[in-house]
C-alpha cells in the first residue's frame, strides 16, 4: 500500500492551497482518513480526520478554515486550505486506516511522503 500526497507549495497568507492524497495498492477498504502536519522540532499533529460515513473531525487552528473531503471510490482525500496563516506552514502528512484485505478484519495504519506547506506574511 502506497499514499501519494501532493498539492502543497509556497503561498501568500491569505491564499488557497488544495492538497491531495490517494491511496493505492492492495486495499479491500478503508475506514478513516486524515491529514496530518509537522513543524521541527514538534510533534506531529491532527488537522482534520474524516471517517468512511463521511464524519468529519478538524484541529481548532483550523477549523472554519479547512476542509476535508474523500472520494471512497478513487481512494482519495482531499484538504482545501483557505484563508492560510504563517502559522500552518509545516510538513503535511496524509494517514489512512485500511483493510488490506478481505479476510483479516486488521486495521493498517498508512501515512504518505509529506508534502510542504509555507505560507509567507
Known amino acids: 500500500v502506497q499514499l501519494q500526497a501532493y498539492g502543497g507549495g509556497l503561498v501568500q497568507a491569505g491564499e488557497y492551497l488544495r492538497l491531495s492524497c490517494v491511496a493505492s495498492?492492495?486495499?479491500?477498504?478503508?475506514?478513516?482518513m486524515g491529514w496530518y502536519r509537522q513543524v521541527p522540532g514538534k510533534e506531529r499533529e491532527l488537522v482534520a480526520t474524516?471517517?468512511?460515513?463521511?464524519?468529519?473531525n478538524y484541529s481548532d487552528s483550523v477549523k472554519g478554515r479547512f476542509t476535508i473531503s474523500r472520494d471512497s471510490d478513487k481512494k482519495t482525500v482531499d484538504l482545501r486550505m483557505t484563508s492560510l496563516k504563517p502559522e500552518d506552514t509545516a510538513v503535511y502528512y496524509c494517514?489512512?486506516?485500511?483493510?488490506?484485505?478481505?479476510?483479516?478484519?486488521?486495521?493498517?495504519?498508512?501515512w504518505g511522503q509529506g508534502t510542504q506547506v509555507t505560507v509567507s506574511s
Open positions: 494517514n489512512v486506516y485500511l483493510r488490506p484485505n478481505g479476510w483479516n478484519t486488521q486495521l493498517m495504519n498508512y
Open positions: 495498492g492492495s486495499i479491500f477498504s478503508i475506514n478513516a
Open positions: 474524516i471517517t468512511s460515513g463521511g464524519s468529519t
